[in-house]
T-cell receptor, first 116, second 113 residues
Framework: DQQVKQNSPSLSVQEGRISILNCDYT??????FLWYKKYPAEGPTFLIS?????DKNEDGRFTVFLNKSAKHLSLHIVPSQPGDSAVYFC???????????????FGSGTQLTVLP | NAGVTQTPKFRVLKTGQSMTLLCAQD?????MYWYRQDPGMGLRLIHY???????AKGEVPDGYNVSRLKKQNFLLGLESAAPSQTSVYFC????????????FGEGSRLTVL
């Protein structure tokens, strides 16, 4: 049973428009959420995160929104650029169960393609 | 600025063979992890380590062993490879007291025939 789900395997967006990537989770004990970006033949790289005490975190063109009641988070990229084309993974952790070593539970990823 | 380095990058094994994947990090991180990535499954944690000389099981530990003899190195071993272990393996590290930001290596693609 996947505790973190990304139901859209792929998303195509025109350059300059907004990209919205979605993620749902089932474990109410998760208290920290992260987004990673992955290019082909490279490892994932950290993009942005949000604590469960917040509902929004912004970093430049990237904004993550958290809706705890719906157990849903989303990543907004505005404006989208061709270089943003990559696989985006949502991840979650529960600090109380994993202690100081954060064990992340990942979603299956969404392939974003930004069309020029 | 090497970060996290994995060797080898590619390997083909026959069923029943053994091998070791090496991960090295130069960021003085306390925590190290091994994940595997399979299509439609995301990344799943195999084993992790909270410090030199320690290891712990993750979500999918069966068929793998690990060792952390030095702080900067984390080894993943397959004693008797099976086709189900065909995957891309990622090593990652994170610092003490961090909030979950992991630094990943480039991955090692393993095929078991």
């Amino acid at each position: 049973d996947q505790q973190v789900k990304q139901n859209s395997p792929s998303l195509s967006v025109q350059e300059g428009r907004i990209s919205i990537l979605n993620c749902d989770y089932t474990n109410s004990m998760f208290d920290y959420f992260l987004w990673y970006k992955k290019y082909p033949a490279e490892g994932p790289t950290f993009l942005i995160s949000i604590s469960s005490i917040k509902d929004k975190n912004e970093d430049g063109r990237f904004t993550v929104f958290l809706n705890k009641s719906a157990k849903h988070l989303s990543l907004h990229i505005v404006p989208s650029q061709p270089g943003d084309s990559a696989v985006y993974f949502c991840a979650a952790s529960n600090s109380r169960s994993s202690g100081s070593a954060r064990q992340l539970t990942f979603g299956s990823g969404t392939q974003l393609t930004v069309l020029p | 600025n090497a970060g996290v380095t994995q060797t080898p990058k590619f390997r083909v094994l026959k069923t029943g063979q053994s091998m070791t994947l090496l991960c090295a990090q130069d960021m003085n991180h306390e925590y190290m992890y091994w994940y595997r990535q399979d299509p439609g499954m995301g990344l799943r944690l195999i084993h992790y380590s909270v410090g030199e000389g320690t290891t712990a099981k993750g979500e999918v530990p069966d068929g793998y062993n690990v060792s952390r003899l030095k702080k900067q190195n984390f080894l993943l071993g397959l004693e008797s490879a099976a086709p189900s272990q065909t995957s891309v393996y990622f090593c990652a590290s994170s610092r003490l007291g961090g909030t979950g930001e992991l630094f990943f290596g480039e991955g090692s693609r393993l095929t078991v025939l």
